[in-house]
């Protein structure tokens, strides 16, 4: 078989496995702190950028660990930058606030604050204790008139860490990436609109809201239902979704059927909403999805919403059909529109980069070509990462090429692919299809 | 006619509006339509209401926590957190008044008059949490400092209410903040810690004696 399981295997999974790395982080950067000081001891006049370097050094250290193949997939689209968000979004929102649990008087609290009243008192019953870990809060079991309830709780100040976090890295990563500030700043800011959206719990309900009535009616995907008036700005009451998480499920040894319907349901999910709502669900981690004890897809989580504007999403997935794709210059055209091809590059550049993205962009909308894809097949994603090395190392993608939106919609377009993979699904992919413009 | 209650909203009405403490018993009783004497039934001195609202304070929210269904189930910890969220919670409906009578304190290493009150009140609420964590095995007994355990607790109060005072944070949410952490490192120095393990260490290491020739190696 491929490497690509072995990877996936080796990035920490479980819950316990993932903070204990964050944990090693923690002490680390509470080493270098003690480093910092008692060098400061001898040497005064020391200042404190020492200490953000090997601090940044080591929090950046624990995500590359932790990263996903892909993540690897995503440095494809010409973007070392990827690894930046990629890693940011998954882990490290995560890094800081999983650690230490909210305690119960704190969850007493935030509950007073946004309600008036303690939880035992909204609730018929309330589980002091959580159950499990969001990324940027945790989970509580509830009861209320006889229905099992999920309560999401936000640690306080995430929001404002995270700005903070985003300032402490980026210095490092532009050195790292071998990029300027300039260059980078769009996409920092692109990734941090979107992870302090996912501290608005407020918006979370709305999107929910909307985003599970939009798509009740696709096939095998079912959505719990979210109680806005028992919800706030940092707290998130639904029904309680029983299953399995997507690993747990493959570990039963699935038919290959039930691997089918699920995997279709997911590539339903995410093209409907890609290519009729315009709006999608970008945080395809294994995490968000429970698979029912009925064999559905369940989706929890709307935290992570990325929203295409008609300049982004008719030149880009336009370049999926080989209408399109068979005209030289109209693709040009669109590579120019999707920034890919800047302004000032020259002929010889336009007809480099022209090559390279059209040959990256064939591999991405393959499963696009016919109307079944196989997911299950390794040589597909072997090609997949092969070229993904192989543009990493080129100085020609050292430079940051792309609009900003390519962060969040490669993200999640290859995130599915993976999740597919995993499942070994084959899928019918015509059943949402992009819209297509043939000339610009 | 005058309660407690209706003497201590009268003044605090009193100083936030006027900025400073009445110029004497007198005038005050006068404007709230009381006797002096009335007065003097219940307090004897501007500071003593001061005071006497502070330690209200406290008595409340110690009052109130110890009403909550889950009481009984938190840890010594748990329960010093729920005190101080709920302190916070209680001091926000005062917040004026207790930013004018904490910036008119002298800053001095000793409590101020009107805080001894709050001080002592909390003080016997955390040696009874100390009390009852210590034996339960949550917290470590140590000779001479488990004593001072409550002084502890007593700097971070002082310490959260003056980082209250000047939060700005929304819902002061950075105060929350605060509270978890500095009472969760506070509880964690009460544990049994390496520290424990290093002093028994080195006890051990004194008294079987030799440490120099056994560290020597034999030199001669």
Known sequence: ?440 | MATVESIRKAYIDFVLTEGQQPKSVYIFAKKNKMTEEEFYQFFSSFDAIEQNLWTNFAVKTITEIKTQEVWSQYTSREKALSFFYSFFELIKGNRSFVVYSVKKQPKSFSTPQTFTGVKEVFENFCQSLIAEGIESNELSERKFFSNRYKDALWVQFVFILNFWINDNSTGFEKTDEAIEKGINVTFDLFQRSPIDNLFEYGKFLAKHGGLKESMGFGSN
């Not at chain 1, 303690?118 to 006889?146: C, M, T, W």
């Not at chain 1, 039963?252 to 319907?261: D, E, K």
């Open chain 1, 1 to 440: 078989m491929s490497d690509t399981p072995k990877e996936q295997n080796s990035i920490p999974t479980s819950k316990v496995q993932r903070s204990a790395k964050f944990v090693k982080t923690g002490i680390k950067v509470g080493g270098n702190y003690i480093k910092h000081y008692s060098k400061k001891l001898f040497n005064p006049d020391m200042d404190k950028s020492e200490l953000n370097e090997d601090n940044a050094a080591d929090i950046y250290e624990s995500l590359s660990e932790l990263k996903g193949s892909a993540l690897k997939v995503a440095q494809m689209l010409s973007m070392d930058k990827n690894l930046l968000p990629q890693a940011y979004t998954d882990k490290f929102s995560q890094s800081q606030y999983n650690a230490p649990p909210l305690s119960g008087p704190l969850i007493v609290q935030t509950f007073k604050k946004y309600f008036g009243k303690s939880p035992e008192k909204i609730y018929d019953k309330f589980n002091v204790r959580s159950s499990n870990a969001a990324s940027i809060g945790q989970v509580h079991e509830a009861e209320l008139n006889g229905k099992k309830l999920a309560v999401k709780i936000q640690y306080p100040g995430v929001g404002d860490s995270i700005s903070s976090d985003l300032k402490l890295v980026k210095p490092f990563a532009f050195r790292l990436l071998g990029m300027s500030e300039k260059e980078l700043d769009i996409y920092m800011r692109e990734v941090e609109e979107r992870l302090l959206e996912e501290t608005d719990y407020e918006l979370e309900v709305r999107r929910s809201i909307e985003f599970s009535t939009a798509c009740a009616n696709l096939d095998n995907v079912v959505f719990p239902k979210y109680y806005p008036e028992l919800s706030s700005k940092r707290i998130i009451t639904m029904d309680w979704l029983e299953g399995q998480h997507l690993r747990e499920f493959l570990n039963t040894n699935p038919s290959q059927q039930l691997r089918n319907t699920i995997g279709q349901a997911l590539w339903d999910f995410y093209n409907f909403q890609q290519h009729e709502l315009r709006a999608v669900h970008a945080d395809p981690h294994p995490g968000n999805f429970m698979i029912t004890p009925e064999g559905k897809l369940g989706i929890i989580d709307f935290g992570c919403i990325k929203e295409m504007p008609e300049d982004f999403y008719y030149p880009f997935f336009s370049l999926t059909s080989t209408g399109l794709m068979d005209n030289k210059d109209e693709t040009i055209k669109a590579f120019r529109q999707l920034e890919m091809i800047h302004k000032d590059d020259t002929p010889a550049q336009i007809e480099f980069y022209y090559t390279m993205y059209k040959q990256m962009i064939g591999l991405f909308a393959k499963p696009y070509i016919n109307d079944r894809f196989d997911f299950s097949q390794t040589a597909f994603f072997e090609e997949l990462y092969g070229f993904g090395e192989k543009v990493s190392k080129m100085p020609e993608f050292k430079q940051a090429r792309g609009v900003k939106h390519f962060i969040y919609v490669n993200r999640t377009n290859f995130g599915l692919y993976n999740i597919l993979h995993e499942l070994k699904a084959e899928v019918k992919t015509d059943t949402f299809k992009p819209h297509v413009v043939l000339a610009y």
